[in-house]
């Protein structure tokens, strides 16, 4: 992340910032993508690699290595990028930066588990390092299946590929999932240790990624005016809302042995919370702000097996319709069991023991096949102590929420209430908004560009340190381990609803109610 500059601009001055804000390239380095033929690569990795490099980002000294077991060369590996970047890229295709990127792009089919791959590598890099004049920097991205991650980087390991010296570093990005309980977490961060140094591996949180997310540190710490408020003094109940209007789509094979809670909750959600309820940290240092994520996560108050009843939802959607279409059960969907028990919904009530947070419920919830997509977090702070106007008692007045608007419309609104003009004192609710679009104009990020850049610079502010995975596993596990003890009411909301009928009543019970899905 770049360091941030404050003064209050007109939306047409914000937009001359966005274009004067770049950063210088990074140093030389070669980036080695293993699944360089898989998905992410395609729509993801190569659209951001190319902003880099449309943006003055990426050093000339650059070079990227495909490596996967799909029967392509050189030269049919970028003419198949080539095809696919007019799908994927997030803005219109300039052929000069496109030419520049591609005519550094190699391809090396292998297996990923198999020692013969990593010699063929080691000499590949040699040979395209010395072409290429990166130096010896090495950037490996495992954008595999989860269950190479150990392999991959045990072969990288025996085959000296990722020491580091003077001025050569070696880093290791890895993908989610970390794990899917919190002993294969322990395992897999324990496997990468035994090879890498926790400096070398950087865990990529696509949310992270977001404009929207890595705003609410500087909306809380850049300001004055919110942190004083920022408590269980002022603050009544914080909900973090994550839900999406797709349903399983065609990734049943990966989601049916998920399900919502370890797709989202532990990483997407996690953050979110973390980022929401820290302490200021000491400096933007990545050790100083992810040890304060890290304190959020351990003050966490434990689930027993009966809160575990009490204060948490799953629901699976069920048929319905979404905005005209019908949208057919989750267990009748491609490559999902029949009879699973999968849950495409969660939504828990978690309290922070701590000063700040003590008494304050954090309400979170995800889920597939909603109404909309929609994530946002919102504060709501207690209401005033007294009404003094007539006719208005203390319990109609709204209350005032503030609302950091993470996507689809990225932007931040406050709501307040205010005189209805006319004779009679009467109060309603009203709203201002912050719109980053009217601001910064329409994002073209595919929300990978930071990341990659950030790691090619070394700052892993932005990436998950080891025990920031295993606490995030700690919190949820005692759901894991009931729902699995304990057979479900599934199908329990049909597709197109507001998600179960129990994740209602979780909040009545304290009298408060969920933000509509807008
Ligand atoms: C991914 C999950 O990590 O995040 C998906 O595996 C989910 O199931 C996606 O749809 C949501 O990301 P975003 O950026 O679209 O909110």
Known sequence: MSQATQSVCSPEQAHEKVTQSQSKPAPPSILVIFGGAGDLTKRLLI??????????????EFAIIGVARADKDDASFRADLTEEIKSFATTKLDEAVWKKLIDKIYYLRGNFDEAPTFEALKTRLDEIEKKHNTGKSRLFYLATGADYFPKVVDLLGQSDMVKQEEGVWRRVIVEKPFGTDLASAEALNKSLLAVLEENQIYRIDHYLGKETVQNILVFRFANGLFEPLWNNRYVDSVQITVVESVGVENRGNYYDHSGALRDMVPNHLFQLLTMTAMEPPTSFQPDAVRGEKAKVLQAIHPLTEEQVRT???????????????????????????????????????LMIDNWRWAGVPFYLRTGKCLPNKNSEIVITFKKAPISLFSGEDVG??????LILHIQPDEGISLEFGAKIPGPKVKLSGVEMDFNYRDYFGQSTSTGYETLIYDCMIGDATLFQRADNTELGWKVVDPMLKLWQKEKSDFPNYAAGSNGPAAADELLARDGRAWRPIK
Do not use: F
């Open 47 to 60: 659209p951001s690699i190319y902003n880099l490099q449309a943006a003055g980002l990426l050093p000339d």
């Open 311 to 349: 204060q948490t939802v799953r629901g699976q959607y069920g048929a319905g319709t979404l905005r005209g279409s019908e949208i057919v059960e989750y267990r009748k969907s491609p490559k999902v069991n029949p009879e699973s028990e999968t849950e495409t919904y969660v939504a828990m009530k």
């Open 396 to 401: 109609e007045l709204q209350a005032n929420n």
